[in-house]
């Protein structure tokens, strides 16, 4: 394993880089101030799921393989464009308070715990899908985490995997703070019709200008 200098090093490291602007963070910022700081801590579990996938892909090697196929990378980008334009799509045509707080119950509807259950995995779901769709993680957790483990110290791939799970406890810290102040910021803004409207034409923007950056994006 590696030694407990190199692992607080990794975590102040990580914890600079997530608060760094980059299309994940941006994502959660989007998502909390549009549908509420639960939501948004919803796409952090997403987004750190989706972490421990691309440390699996590095220490298992595949990562390695992927990043040497251009085919791999394109078709992996393209999804991931192609989603954050889905999103993009339905926060341009949402009406106003479609977000957290909605509308009223409705005599005969589910249970309001089904729906907000449901709405949470959907949440996780999007942050698992933004990030394993975004191969410029991957090959930045290929070319970084092994930086950090010592082959003098025991097998590589235990060493990446609990590096990758500190760089996930790292995103989760940070992205976690966004999203609590994020949230309450567009609590105010949800009060306002109008408000909610620019909110989510806004959220539509950004998701778009996220699938172009995904879709031009190089190795």
């Avoid at 394993?1 to 602007?21: D, R, Y």
């Avoid at 801590?41 to 220490?59: F, I, K, N, P, R």
């Amino acid at each position: 394993m590696p030694a407990a200098q190199s692992l607080i090093a990794f975590f102040g490291v990580a914890a600079l880089l997530a608060l760094t602007p980059g299309p994940d963070n941006l994502f959660v910022l989007v998502q909390s101030a549009q549908r509420g700081w639960r939501a948004g801590m919803c796409v952090v579990l997403g987004l750190c799921l989706g972490l421990v996938g691309h440390t699996a892909a590095v220490a298992l090697g595949l990562a390695a393989v992927f990043a040497a196929s251009s085919a791999a990378f394109t078709a992996l980008k393209l999804c991931g464009a192609a989603y954050l334009a889905w999103l993009a799509w339905g926060a341009l045509r949402a009406p106003a308070g479609g977000g957290e707080h909605a509308e009223p119950p409705v005599p005969g509807a589910r249970p309001a715990g089904a729906d907000a259950r449901t709405g949470a995995l959907r949440m996780v779901g999007r942050g698992v899908v933004m990030n394993l769709t975004n191969p410029k993680v991957l090959i930045f957790f290929l070319a970084f985490l092994p930086q950090f483990a010592d082959p003098g110290r025991g097998p590589l791939a235990p060493q990446i995997m609990l590096l990758g799970l500190v760089f996930m406890l790292a995103t989760l810290l940070v992205f976690g703070a966004i999203a609590c102040f994020s949230g309450a910021f567009g609590a105010l803004l949800q009060r306002s019709a109008r408000a909610q409207r620019l909110l989510n034409r806004t959220a539509g923007l950004v998701f778009l200008g996220l699938a172009l950056r995904l879709a031009t994006a190089q190795r």
